[in-house]
């Protein structure tokens, strides 16, 4: 087993007090978790909804019964832990370079941590997580100034089912709507109207007209890039 790099000294940029201890507490979380596990992957993600990744997290605690976030004082759990949103703290934790990385070729992940990225540290078997995440693709609804993916065109079946009360609303939102012997109707007999096109961004009037009809466009998924092996201190691409 490759000898351990801990014990370093982290040397910050000059800050309040209060926010060094912080950074610091942060960076020595995330190399407990390293320590406590049996391997480390990088990781990005798709269309992120807290409300997913909460059960993406609560998968990797086991039980779920310690629900608390990744900047938790929760440093006696050996549980799977995850990281992210903090790139440039999770660099020094992990190490820059090969002289400063925390243990044997974890600087090879660090230099990949930048964007939409963070990393797991799980015991549990690295095909298992493969699988978990190969399979991850939760359906959510589209936000303002994402790319639409496909073109949607509402139907006059789709309209009628809403209240009539809702008419202003739809106006408001660019709908070419009117009541029509008691039911919400397109203007001039129009069977369907264009909400989206693929490949342009959507509005937030879009967005929230896919919302009223129960249109989801988008996706919340994970994607593992590489994994770290403590044993062997090995990094594998995925």
């Not at 930048?114 to 015991?123: A, M, P, R, Y």
């Amino acid at each position: 087993m490759p000898k351990s790099k801990r014990h370093q000294r982290v040397v910050l940029t000059q800050t309040a007090k209060k926010t060094r201890d912080h950074k610091t507490k942060y960076i020595e979380m995330v190399r407990q978790a390293i320590d406590a596990n049996d391997r480390v992957y990088l990781f990005s993600y798709e269309n992120m909804r807290s409300n997913h990744f909460k059960d993406v997290r609560l998968h990797f605690r086991g039980d779920g019964k310690n629900n608390k976030d990744s900047m938790s004082d929760d440093t006696n759990s050996t549980e799977g832990r995850l990281f992210l949103g903090k790139n440039k703290l999770l660099q020094i934790a992990l190490g820059r370079t090969p002289e400063d990385e925390y243990s044997d070729n974890l600087h090879k992940l660090s230099k990949d941590l930048s964007g939409s990225v963070g990393i797991l540290c799980t015991n549990q078997k690295a095909e298992d997580v493969e699988e978990y995440f190969a399979q991850l693709s939760v359906e959510d609804f589209a936000r303002a100034g994402a790319i639409s993916p496909r073109t949607v065109l509402l139907t006059q079946e789709q309209v009628e089912t809403h209240p009539v009360s809702m008419i202003e609303l739809f106006r408001k939102l660019g709908l070419p709507v009117e009541v029509k012997v008691g039911r919400v109707a397109f203007i001039g007999g129009r069977a369907d109207w264009e909400v989206c096109k693929e490949g342009k961004e959507l509005s937030v009037e879009q967005c929230k007209v896919l919302v009223h009809m129960g249109v989801k466009l988008a996706a919340f998924k994970i994607g593992l890039a590489c994994r770290w092996e403590k044993e062997e201190g090995s990094v594998e691409e995925l």
